[in-house]
């Protein structure tokens, strides 16, 4: 089970930090990913951590912007989330990816969060 929170309403260059808590015992051999949907858009990858942190992956579109972590000890992958803009407006899904391979497809990710709302006014 995964759930995410911490999305919200903020104005362009501004900052949030979406968590996203695991249950169970297995979470530290998860690679763990962000994904966002736009309205009227697919399911589109964000960033992804490797199992303990050793590699993170990122969309072009907020490299140097958005950090991914996680804490292993809290089971908790976080989305650091600055300079914010319009178009990053979107619901945003945590995901759990079993097999301990990167992958920025959704289709290889075997667990999802219920998602939350981040939107960014100009």
Same mark, same amino acid.
Not at 55 to 61: L, P, R, V
Not at 91 to 98: K, L, P, R, S
């Given at each position: 089970?995964?759930?995410? +929170?911490? %999305?919200?309403?903020? #104005? @362009?260059? &501004?900052?949030? /930090?979406?968590?996203? $808590? *695991?249950?169970? =015992?297995?979470?530290?051999?998860? +690679?763990? %990913?962000?994904?966002? #949907? @736009?309205? &009227?858009?697919? /399911?589109?990858?964000? $960033? *992804?951590?490797? =199992?303990?942190?050793?590699?993170? +992956?990122?969309?072009?579109?907020?490299?140097?912007?958005?950090?991914?972590?996680?804490?292993? $000890?809290?089971?908790?992958?976080?989305?650091?989330?600055?300079?914010?803009?319009?178009?990053?407006?979107?619901?945003?899904?945590?995901?759990?990816?079993?097999?301990?391979?990167?992958?920025?497809?959704?289709?290889?990710?075997?667990?999802?969060?219920?998602?939350?709302?981040?939107?960014?006014?100009?």
């Amino acid at each position: 089970q995964l759930q995410a +929170y911490g %999305g919200g309403l903020v #104005q @362009a260059g &501004g900052s949030l /930090r979406l968590s996203c $808590a *695991a249950s169970g =015992r297995t979470f530290s051999s998860y +690679y763990m %990913g962000w994904f966002r #949907q @736009a309205p &009227g858009k697919e /399911r589109e990858f964000v $960033a *992804a951590i490797s =199992r303990r942190s050793g590699n993170t +992956y990122y969309a072009d579109s907020v490299k140097g912007r958005f950090t991914i972590s996680r804490d292993n $000890a809290k089971n908790t992958v976080y989305l650091q989330m600055n300079s914010l803009k319009p178009e990053d407006t979107a619901v945003y899904y945590c995901a759990a990816q079993f097999s301990g391979l990167y992958y920025s497809t959704p289709d290889k990710y075997d667990n999802w969060g219920q998602g939350t709302q981040v939107t960014v006014s100009s």
